[in-house]
C-alpha cells in the first residue's frame, strides 16, 4: 500500500476549513444578535436627556417603592409609598418579558386587590424584566424597571 503524504493542498484545505468554520459561527452569531436586537429606547436622546432630572425628580418626590413577585401562576406588584401603605395608581401598564429580548413579551392585565395588583402569568425559571409605567392620581409619571428571578 502506497504511503499518502500530506501536501501542500491539504495543509491550505485544512487551514481554509478552519477559519470557514469560524466565520460561519461569526456570522451566525451575529444574525441572532441583530435578529434579537429590542430597538430604540428613545427617539430623540438628548431631548429625553433634557427631561431626566425634571421627570426623576418628580416620581421620587411621590416616595413609592414598588417590589415584583411571581407565584402559584400570578406575578404580584406591591407598590408602597413612604409609610408602607398600598398605593392605588391612576394608570398602570406593565410589559413583562425576557431582558435580553422582545418576542415573547407580554402586558397581562393587573388588577389591585386592595392591597397590590396581581396578574395570572406563568413564567418559565430565568430572569425577567417588568416595564412598569404609572401614573399617579396627581397626574406625576412613574416608570421602573423590575427584575425578577423566578427559580426553577
Known sequence: ?????FTGWHAAAVFGGAFGVIIAVNITLAVQAVGTF??????NAYV?????NRRRDAQEALGWTVQAGHGAGRVTLDITDRSGAPVRVADLQVVVGRATERRHDVAPDFQ???????????LGPGKWELRLDAQAQDGTAFAQRLALWVRG
Open 1 to 5: 500500500m502506497a504511503e499518502r503524504q
Open 38 to 43: 429590542p430597538g430604540l429606547e428613545v427617539k
Open 48 to 52: 429625553a436627556s433634557q427631561e431626566f
Open 112 to 122: 389591585f386587590d386592595g392591597q397590590r395588583y396581581a396578574a395570572p402569568l406563568e
